[in-house]
């Protein structure tokens, strides 16, 4: 979901999307086992709760709409749609498409490595998940290389807002950063918290599982670009 801009000058990132992969399971041909398949974690799979936008000013609260567009836990790969509603300056709802990667060991660590992020912002905002604390001192010898987390009932995760679906980049929101997410396997809720240094720090991001299946707000619903 796109945030308050703070500095004028934020700009967005661009980026082509490709047709989503299939969702895979099980052994590649490498060996290495993928994370378990969660049914809550699927392509279709609708989730909605909100986003708290907090400033020097106020705080806010916009309501925020998730879909899972593709799914491929071989190489640690999703994407989907984020709708946010009742945006201050926005006159209709504002839809961006995100990719995602899957913390897990193996196509990614808990270490970031780009968008504007250290080690120590990555650690700083990993360590809001209560779930993430066993791994902490593993995580700073290498990331969490080593550690098993095939079972473990949470997936960590980032996810990167690529483009504005039905608004311009004028619209008076950034998708500059990213965001640090924790989900659940056990109930399908999703919590997460926004980074990026020209915005309001630790905007949390806080998601529910719906039973809308694939009914709904779906790629086709908006002009993809």
Not at 14 to 20: G, H, L, M, V, Y
Not at 117 to 138: G, K, Y
Not at 150 to 159: A, E, L, V
């Amino acid at each position: 979901m796109p945030v308050r801009v703070e500095e004028t000058s934020s700009s967005s990132s661009t980026s082509s999307s490709s047709s989503a992969p299939s969702q895979l399971s099980g052994e590649n041909s490498s060996g290495h086992t993928s994370p378990p398949v969660c049914t809550l974690l699927t392509v279709g799979q609708a989730f909605s709760g909100t986003q708290n936008v907090s400033s020097l000013q106020k705080d806010e609260a916009w309501r925020v709409n998730v879909r899972i567009q593709g799914c491929d836990l071989d190489h640690g790969y999703l994407c989907g749609t984020m709708e946010a509603l009742n945006v201050p300056m926005a006159d209709t709802p504002v839809v961006t498409f995100w990719e995602g990667e899957i913390v897990d060991g193996k196509n990614y660590t808990f270490f970031t490595g780009k968008w504007e992020a250290s080690s120590e912002d990555d650690t700083r905002h990993w360590t809001q998940f209560p779930s993430f604390q066993p791994f902490l001192e593993q995580v700073k010898v290498d990331g969490g290389k080593s550690l098993d987390l095939i079972n473990y009932p949470y997936i960590f995760m980032r996810w990167k807002e690529q483009y504005f679906v039905n608004v311009g980049t004028d619209c008076g929101l950034t998708i500059a950063g990213f965001y640090y997410v924790c989900f659940s396997c056990t109930d399908g809720s999703i919590n997460g918290f926004y980074y990026d240094p020209n915005s309001s720090p630790f905007q949390k991001l806080e998601l529910k599982s719906t039973n809308e299946g694939r009914s709904g707000f779906s790629f086709s619903s908006y002009e993809l670009q």
